[in-house]
């Protein structure tokens, strides 16, 4: 297979994922990418890109594959995957889902968290750099008007980040359209699985990507979603600037007296224009209060700390996920609210 002619479509792919991997640097030549296989045609795509890509960007291929168990027919799937690696000669890990979503809660995001928490832990076992995920183009566009139905600031219209072996995550398919990968499927005659969540229209993404996206494109008269996905990249870069400032700022007017307490400089806080100073809380309440896994993101949050650091000394404000914040006499401090006595 490796010395076969490539066909057009599966020659345009690989070109772009070169590309793409190139130039947001997702993964180091001696490194390993452990490939998060779904069955579904991008993650196909994805793992035999990867595979046809592996000597020229000097990786070790690995296919991970998780089991949500939300279809009774889940584990052919599974079934699926495993000969795809078997086919490729590459190392095939498969975990499955030990528990279910919550009644009302939203079921992609558990999959999603409940996923990447395993294939982490799996990347590490192995000794992978990144966990390499099937994200295209067009679901760059669906997530920013997700983002936007759901109200959001710079981090969501900027979309997936492309990741890195820093990051942990790789996107390498983030340049490439849904239709060239049915296309390099088509041209490789590979058969791959269809989940019918993913036509659903009850859920939010399946409306988007089936209802309100082709809606935009038929009323404008033209394609939507390679605008939509370099917006986002266009944002993206001033977003990491603005994150860098923050970051500045954090280490210039925050301290940290002990685990569940962070201490702002108010004057220091409320100097900063408004976007830098947002940002200096969030990542007081993020990276300084990890131990939770929720933190205070949501912008009445934020602004609550922002009002206490332009006020007087003396109040004090509830947060999110039994937080609260006070201001004393020159800082605002954030931390755990007192439980009941008794």
């Not at 070169?18 to 779904?38: D, E, I, K």
């Not at 566009?141 to 942990?168: F, M």
């Not at 605008?227 to 210039?252: F, K, M, N, P, W």
Request: net charge positive.
């Amino acid at each position: 297979m490796a010395g076969a002619p490539r066909p057009p479509a599966v020659a345009r792919v690989l070109t772009q994922v070169t590309t793409t991997v190139r130039a947001h640097q997702l993964v180091r030549p001696g490194g390993g990418v452990l490939v998060a296989v779904s069955g579904g045609p991008d993650s196909v795509c994805l793992l035999y890109s990867m595979w046809y890509l592996r000597r020229l960007l000097k990786i070790r291929v690995e296919a991970f594959h998780f089991d949500h168990r939300l279809r009774s027919d889940s584990d052919r799937d599974a079934r699926y995957v495993q000969r795809l690696a078997g086919r490729l000669g590459v190392p095939f890990h498969l975990r499955e889902a030990v528990d279910a979503p919550a009644k009302g809660s939203s079921v992609e995001a558990w999959a999603t968290v409940a996923r990447m928490n395993v294939a982490t832990d799996v990347r590490r076992a192995i000794g992978a750099d990144v966990v390499a995920e099937g994200h295209t183009l067009d679901d760059q566009a669906e997530t920013v008007v997700l983002n936007l139905v759901r109200g959001t600031g710079l981090e969501g219209i900027a979309g997936i980040h492309p990741g890195g072996v820093g990051s942990g995550l790789a996107q390498p398919l983030l340049d490439v359209t849904r239709e060239e990968v049915e296309a390099f499927c088509r041209a490789l005659h590979l058969r791959p699985r269809r989940d019918p969540m993913n036509e659903d229209p009850r859920l939010l993404r399946a409306a988007i990507r089936h209802r309100a996206l082709p809606a935009l494109e038929e009323a404008t008269g033209r394609g939507v979603r390679r605008s939509i996905a370099r917006t986002a990249s266009t944002v993206r870069a001033d977003l990491e600037e603005l994150y860098a400032a923050g970051v500045h700022a954090y280490g210039e007017i925050v301290d940290r007296p002990s685990p569940d307490v962070v201490r702002i400089d108010a004057e220091g806080l409320a100097a900063l224009p408004t976007p830098v100073a947002a940002r200096v809380v969030r990542l007081a309440a993020y990276d300084a209060l990890s131990t939770d896994a929720a933190a205070p993101w949501s912008k009445p949050a934020i602004d609550a700390v922002l009002d206490l650091a332009g006020g007087r000394p003396g109040r004090r404000r509830d947060l999110p996920d039994g937080m609260r914040a006070r201001r004393d006499r020159t800082h605002v401090i954030v931390e755990r609210a007192p439980g009941p006595r008794g």
